[in-house]
């Protein structure tokens, strides 16, 4: 289910922007203009990066951009493989010096921040859950006064320990959690393991254990990766009592919560997608790509339309998707609260 905020922040940002310029993308054409170009970078194709891009797509198509009519949207697949990356990205900027360039995801956003911060050209990041350790921007929530902005892929860490906690109010084992928390050293996943551990601090009720592996660039650092999280799986096992899924290309995997499902009798309680809780996770709790990839579109067409990046605060996430597993808290004696399973709707899986 998506929770927006009351006052609907893509209303706002849409009479925004129509203040800003009230014209379409195909009447700017209409008058003359060039084809806008538009290099859209993706990660690696895992679920949460195509599906934001999808509504990112969509939204500009929606505003009135077509691609080989008014637009030229070129694709670049990194497939997690940053030299692969910088290559694809150097090489379409000697075609042609493109109007904006948006990226899906870490790793993206950091090789396209490295081309482009020298050369002016505007960058709109989404899919980043820490756009501050990750060197993209110097703080979330105002503008950066430079060529970039975007929208930050993160619910805060505080939010999804105190559910969790909450969740675990009436569990059959009582005393201090202890949370296994296998991650690599991907700049977000590294992130995520250290606003954890700063959101629990001083906290009796609940400890994250961690165990870091080496990120490999992708696809053929895939299976030593898994291989590695199996070690993490060995070592941790006994030591505590659930799982919580690293943001990150590990995370976002389907191989990385079936190891932790298959591999070891300790619960996954937080996953970082849906599928994740369709497995077997407890709950998790992100924020809803279609929102999230419709804002950074609206941001875009406001780059387009003349307003500087440098002027459009970073966003964090306006809306959330809330899942819940029911078969998994009956097996941990967990009564999950009235209103989390109203919030939930129809992501309640069983």
Sequence with gaps: MR??????????????????????????LAAGEKKIRILLVETMPVPVVTDHSQWFVRQLEELGYEDKKNMDLIILKVNGDKKRGEHLLKQELKQARPD????????????????????????????????????????????????????????????????AMRLLENR??????????????YPS?????????LATAGRKDIEFVPYGLDYREMPKGLDPMLSDVKKGIQSLQGRVDFWWEPSGPLGELLAYTRLLLEKSNIPVIMGTKLESVRLGALFHLTPDPESSG???????????KGLHPGNISVKPPQSI?????????????????????SLAGDQVYR
């Design 3 to 28: 929770i927006f905020h009351r006052f609907g922040f893509l209303v706002h940002m849409a009479l925004a922007i129509s203040a800003v310029c009230a014209f379409s993308a195909t009447e700017t």
């Design 100 to 163: 904006l360039v948006a990226t899906c995801a870490t790793l993206a956003s950091q090789i396209a921040h490295d081309l482009l911060h020298e050369k002016d050209i505007p960058q709109i990041f989404f899919t980043v859950s820490d756009p501050v350790g990750a060197g993209l921007i110097k703080e979330i929530g105002k503008p950066t006064h430079n060529h970039i902005t975007g929208v930050v892929h993160m619910i805060e860490r505080k939010t999804r320990i105190n559910m």
């Design 172 to 185: 059959k084992k009582q005393g201090r959690v202890k949370i296994g928390f296998i991650h690599s050293t």
């Design 189 to 197: 996943s590294v992130g995520d393991l250290k606003q954890l551990q």
């Design 294 to 304: 419709r804002e950074a579109a609206l941001m875009a067409d406001a780059v387009l």
């Design 321 to 341: 998707s809330l899942g819940i597993n029911i078969t998994t808290a009956l097996a941990q004696g967990i009564v999950i609260p009235p209103d989390i399973l």
